[in-house]
Nanobody, 123 residues
Framework: QVQLVESGGGLVQAGGSLRLSCAAS????????MGWFRRAPGKEREFVAA????????PYADSVKGRFTISRDNYKRTVYLQMNSLKPDDTAVYYC????????????????WGQGTQVTVSS
């Protein structure tokens, strides 16, 4: 099992940047593919980005491609989401998630979830 704690959310103006972090504890971090998801008010949870165990496979949602970058540091047991050129539509609670082995964009495949961190982008 892994326990996940997100941080780095906050309020930012449109066009600004934030970096989210997700620190993992418990099982061997490098065994897990990691994902970032978000849920905006009144909307379903949606995929944002994911990274394979080694970081060499990093799929992104079309809505964030070119603006967001996912990365991981297996020594620090942390996954990051660098968010640039933020838009009001990026406002949501952002969650990190973990699953063993293969990367996927499907949230139902992830077994472990953090508590979420709020990102608010003002226009």
């Amino acid at each position: 099992q892994v326990q996940l704690v997100e941080s780095g959310g906050g309020l930012v103006q449109a066009g600004g940047s934030l970096r989210l972090s997700c620190a993992a504890s418990g099982d061997t971090f490098s065994n897990y593919a990691m994902g970032w998801f978000r849920r905006a008010p009144g909307k379903e949870r949606e995929f944002v980005a994911a990274t394979s165990q080694s970081g060499d496979d990093t799929p992104y949602a079309d809505s964030v491609k070119g603006r967001f970058t996912i990365s991981r540091d297996n020594y620090k047991r942390t996954v990051y989401l660098q968010m640039n050129s933020l838009k009001p539509d990026d406002t949501a609670v952002y969650y990190c998630a973990a699953k063993l082995l293969l990367t996927t964009t499907r949230d139902i495949r992830y077994n472990y979830w953090g508590q979420g961190t709020q990102v608010t982008v003002s226009s």
